[in-house]
């Protein structure tokens, strides 16, 4: 069981929810859980098979893809998915 | 009862003493502390000493030099102020203190370089008088935001709080660029405008603010879009730190590449609804924006402010953090961002940290990079999904 953090421009894929849980050892298992529950989120997240380029992923603060990429395990860390924001305005 | 002479002699025989020439190997490994009034110290100094009038010493020692083993000398005009100084330090339990044989007199005889400290003003010790007494920030400190020169890219949301409180602060130059005009729905959150400035271009609105919050303050306004085709001008007019408070991704990437290519920080913030990231990239020393998010959003996650809105309050939490890691850049001070990325929930008033890693094979700070020069920024930040 992990807690997923939703960052507010993939809350619409997702009912509105800022915090899912997911079920998984690793992330991808994770994240293919919550694809499975929200069909919408998997075109923002996954990209030919691997991690969209433009989508951050932390486990336990760090990003994923300076661990093992979506084969990281989860280990009941916390995940944060994080895409960058431009806005200064 | 001793006379002063006897107690001079007294004070002498237990304390350490240097002379001029022992001493000036010192410089730049001990701390020179000059301890005479403030006249005699604005007429010139040993370079790199600091300021502790005799009066002051016993409360101001221990802020400024917390570590009791370090190695202090220190001096005054002709050794004897310095060795009741010393006496006392001792007192305190400073273990490796030092007093200058005849002082400042001598040390300038042999010739030794001085340096002359710029002072403030009566005005400016009352206006920066609460800097003044932090340890960390001091006089010195205070000078060196004078001379202290920031950019900021963007005079809306961020910009705003951010270059108020860098004025107020005394950073002497603020470069401001933004091409946008004052409109109504800024004010809801963008606090160096007002509606007397309502269609007037932000960057002289901005300058108007600031100059009258703090008439040291320079401001220069560019008032244009920063382009592959000005960044350079505009750049290399030669700042500390860059306030990246832009509000389109490619202007970010730009913003990205020319501080590498320059080597001046940037402090980045950015904002959405209720959510706010801070981070410092620091080129050379930690990772570039590039490093934390190689390849830009599709637009349709990445919609901006004023597509999907944002909490007026928010620019004003993250521009103030923002202008907290430029005045400790230009200070010298303190530990920055640099390599954490501050994640800010404004709802549920949470701060998460993550942490950002340089990229060995990031194309513009890598070991190997493949951009070494402008590219058509709008161009690649719409390029995403093919």
């Given at each position: 069981m992990t807690k997923v953090r939703i960052p507010p421009t993939l809350r619409n894929e997702v009912g509105g929810e800022?915090?899912?849980?997911?079920?998984?050892?690793?992330?991808?298992?994770?994240?293919?859980?919550?694809?499975?529950?929200?069909?919408?989120?998997?075109?923002?997240?996954f990209e030919a098979g691997g991690l969209a380029p433009f989508v951050n992923v932390y486990v336990g603060g760090e990003d994923v893809r300076t661990l093992e990429g979506l084969e990281t395990r989860v280990n009941g860390s916390s995940m944060i998915l994080l895409p960058a924001m431009a806005g200064g305005c | 009862m001793a006379t002063y002479r006897e107690l001079l002699a007294q004070v002498k025989r237990e304390i350490d003493e240097v002379g001029a020439a022992e001493a000036r190997a010192r410089v730049g490994e001990a701390l020179f502390v000059d301890v005479r009034e403030r006249d005699e110290w604005e007429e010139g100094v040993v370079p790199g000493a600091v300021h502790i009038p005799r009066g002051n010493l016993e409360s101001r020692i221990e802020g400024l030099v917390p570590d009791r083993s370090r190695e202090i000398v220190l001096y005054c005009s002709g050794g004897s102020r310095s060795a009741f100084a010393a006496k006392a330090l001792q007192e305190l339990g400073y273990e490796n203190i030092s007093s200058l044989t005849g002082g400042f007199t001598d040390w300038k005889r042999n010739g030794f370089p001085i340096e002359t400290p710029r002072s403030l003003s009566p005005d400016q010790r009352r206006r920066y008088s609460r800097h003044l007494l932090i340890p960390e920030v001091g006089e010195v400190g205070q000078e060196r935001l004078l001379g202290g020169r920031v950019l900021l890219i963007g005079a809306g949301g961020l910009g705003s709080p951010a270059s108020l409180y860098l004025a107020a602060a005394g950073v002497g130059t603020l470069g401001i660029v933004d091409a946008d005009v004052v409109d109504d729905s800024n004010l809801q959150r963008q606090i160096v405008h007002s509606t007397e400035t309502l269609g007037e271009a932000k960057v002289l609105s901005a300058k108007r603010t600031i100059e009258a919050l703090n008439p040291d303050v320079e401001v220069k306004a560019y008032e244009e879009r920063l382009t592959s085709e000005n960044v350079e001008r505009i750049f290399g007019e030669g700042w500390d730190v860059i306030v990246d408070g832009a509000d389109n991704f490619p202007t970010r990437y730009?913003?990205?590449?020319?501080?590498?290519?320059?080597?001046?920080?940037?402090?980045?913030?950015?904002?959405?609804?209720?959510?706010?990231?801070?981070?410092?990239?620091?080129?050379?020393?930690g990772p570039c924006y590039r490093c934390l998010f190689p390849t830009p959003p599709p637009p349709e996650l990445a919609p901006s402010c004023a597509e999907g809105g944002v909490l007026g309050v928010l620019p004003g939490i993250v521009g103030s953090l923002q202008a907290n890691e430029a005045l400790k850049l230009v200070l010298g001070i303190g530990e920055s961002l640099q390599g954490r990325l501050l994640l800010l929930d404004a709802l549920g008033t949470t701060i998460d940290e993550v942490s950002v890693q340089r990229d060995p094979a990031c194309p513009v700070c890598g070991e190997h990079p493949t951009i070494t020069e402008y590219v058509d920024y709008v161009e690649f930040c719409q390029g995403v999904r093919g």
């Open positions: 800022r915090e899912l849980i997911g079920e998984g050892e690793t992330v991808r298992e994770v994240l293919e859980d919550l694809s499975g529950r929200y069909p919408a989120l998997e075109a923002q997240l | 730009l913003v990205n590449d020319a501080s590498i290519w320059h080597g001046i920080p940037v402090v980045h913030g950015s904002i959405y609804r209720f959510e706010g990231q801070v981070t410092v990239f620091n080129p050379g020393e």
